[in-house]
């Protein structure tokens, strides 16, 4: 059986992928069941506030299998020409915080501007200034607001390993 890398075919749903945006809620779909759940905890309070809001949370991403990981990263690697290019759209299955659970990809704009106003709340936090949908969670923002974020994940010390 060829590797989801070299197969080039976007690996199945039970491996995170998410062909169609899915919602916060969705226990069906592996890219959320499989979140932190905290992290979950924390996406699913937001939205609810942000439905008040007359805005729809989508999750483009969240959880990754380590191999559908590596295939976005082989991918990405395709479409910027070099490994040093790629890394700082896509991070490798061994730095990727989507591989642990830990990071979920927002969508669409007034979903991700709601969680740039209100996000912190509930500890949410964009990390990274060249993706703005990308959040984690830092439960100390509630408290001291979120860290500065990195230009790209290049600069992420978690992405040195």
Same mark, same amino acid.
């Given at each position: 059986?060829?590797? @989801?890398?070299? /197969?080039?075919?976007?690996?199945?749903?039970?491996?995170?992928?998410?062909?169609?945006?899915? !919602?916060?809620?969705?226990?069906?779909?592996?890219?959320?069941?499989?979140?932190?759940? /905290?992290?979950?905890?924390?996406?699913?309070?937001? %939205?609810? *506030? /942000?439905? %008040?809001?007359?805005?729809?949370?989508?999750?483009?991403?969240?959880?990754?299998?380590?191999?559908?990981?590596?295939? @976005?990263? %082989?991918?990405?690697?395709?479409?910027?020409?070099?490994?040093?290019?790629?890394?700082?759209?896509?991070?490798?299955?061994?730095?990727? *915080?989507?591989?642990?659970?830990?990071?979920?990809?927002?969508?669409?704009?007034?979903?991700?501007?709601?969680?740039?106003?209100?996000? !912190? *709340?509930?500890? @949410?936090?964009?990390?990274?200034?060249?993706?703005?949908?990308?959040?984690? @969670?830092?439960?100390? *923002?509630?408290?001291?607001?979120?860290?500065?974020?990195? /230009?790209?994940? !290049?600069?992420?010390?978690?992405?040195?390993?």
């Amino acid at each position: 059986m060829p590797s @989801l890398e070299s /197969a080039r075919t976007r690996p199945p749903q039970s491996h995170g992928a998410v062909p169609d945006p899915v !919602t916060p809620f969705d226990d069906g779909a592996a890219a959320v069941a499989n979140l932190d759940p /905290a992290l979950l905890s924390a996406l699913r309070r937001a %939205a609810t *506030a /942000a439905a %008040a809001d007359g805005v729809e949370f989508r999750v483009n991403g969240g959880w990754r299998s380590p191999e559908y990981q590596e295939w @976005l990263f %082989a991918e990405a690697v395709s479409r910027y020409g070099s490994a040093a290019e790629a890394i700082r759209w896509v991070a490798t299955p061994d730095t990727s *915080a989507h591989v642990s659970g830990h990071a979920v990809d927002v969508g669409p704009s007034a979903a991700r501007a709601w969680l740039s106003e209100h996000g !912190t *709340a509930y500890g @949410l936090c964009q990390i990274y200034r060249n993706e703005p949908w990308h959040y984690e @969670l830092r439960p100390e *923002a509630v408290e001291a607001g979120c860290p500065p974020m990195y /230009a790209d994940p !290049t600069e992420d010390p978690r992405m040195q390993r």
